[in-house]
Nanobody, 122 residues
């Protein structure tokens, strides 16, 4: 059974950092496109960052480029999202998702975690 479990969310002041983790089971992260998406209240879910180890590719939304870094630990079968210089507009529920073949698009993802909330205070 494919499972994705996010952790690491919380409350942080603007300018602070958080590291989100996405622990995968039932498949190998090396073989999938793994993405982080977020949804703020009243807004649509949006792509934040994705990684494809098989393609050697990463994607970052323009709003997070230079502040967020996606990485994976194949031995732990876990994907991380390091978030630095957080801003109030980063406040959202962050979801981890996976697809065998997809661009960094929510519609293309096949498996989803339940999400972890991130709140950035000003």
């Amino acid at each position: 059974e494919v499972q994705l479990v996010e952790s690491g969310g919380g409350l942080v002041q603007a300018g602070g950092s958080l590291r989100l983790s996405c622990a995968a089971s039932g498949f190998t992260v090396d073989d999938y496109v793994i993405g982080w998406f977020r949804q703020a209240p009243g807004k649509e879910r949006e792509a934040v960052s994705c990684v494809s180890n098989s393609a050697g590719a990463t994607y970052y939304a323009g709003s997070v480029k230079g502040r967020f870094t996606i990485s994976s630990d194949v031995a732990k079968n876990t994907v991380y999202l390091q978030m630095n210089n957080l801003k109030p507009e980063d406040t959202a529920v962050y979801y981890c998702a996976a697809a065998l073949l997809s661009g960094c698009e929510a519609d293309g993802m096949e498996h989803w975690g339940k999400g972890t909330p991130v709140t950035v205070s000003s």
